[in-house]
Nanobody, 128 residues
């Protein structure tokens, strides 16, 4: 059973880069056909899918966030990291990482049942 644990800075100032890391246990992030996603939930709003990094290191991002988003990984540490540039208070959210075998179904990107692993989430607040 794959387990995921997010970690982040808690507080980020506007215009800075937000970086949150997901550490994976019980499996390798290079295991074939596994996809590792980032999803967030702003206060009072629904879940928003951000993007994923595949087992082979390739990435895909939500069109709405693509210009500010990158996902990297460290295979030696078995973790992957979301970087979100030029943040504003609207980026305040709980950030979750999730795993799926194969790409998450496009119309289920924000549904937990599309994933076989889901972290507990980490709160990131953007404020000066």
């Amino acid at each position: 059973q794959v387990q995921l644990q997010e970690s982040g800075p808690g507080l980020v100032k506007p215009s800075q880069t937000l970086s949150v890391t997901c550490t994976v246990s019980g499996g390798s992030i290079t295991t074939e056909y596994y996809y590792w996603s980032w999803i967030r939930q702003p206060p009072g709003k629904g879940l928003e899918w951000i993007g994923y990094i595949k087992y082979d290191g390739k990435t895909y991002y939500s069109p709405s966030l693509r210009s500010r988003t990158s996902i990297s990984r460290d295979t030696s540490e078995n973790h992957f990291t979301l970087h979100l540039d030029s943040v504003t208070p609207e980026d305040t959210a709980v950030y979750y990482c999730a795993s799926s075998f194969g790409p998450p179904t496009p119309n289920l990107l924000t549904r937990r049942r599309a994933y076989n692993g889901w972290g507990q989430g980490t709160q990131v607040t953007v404020s000066s």
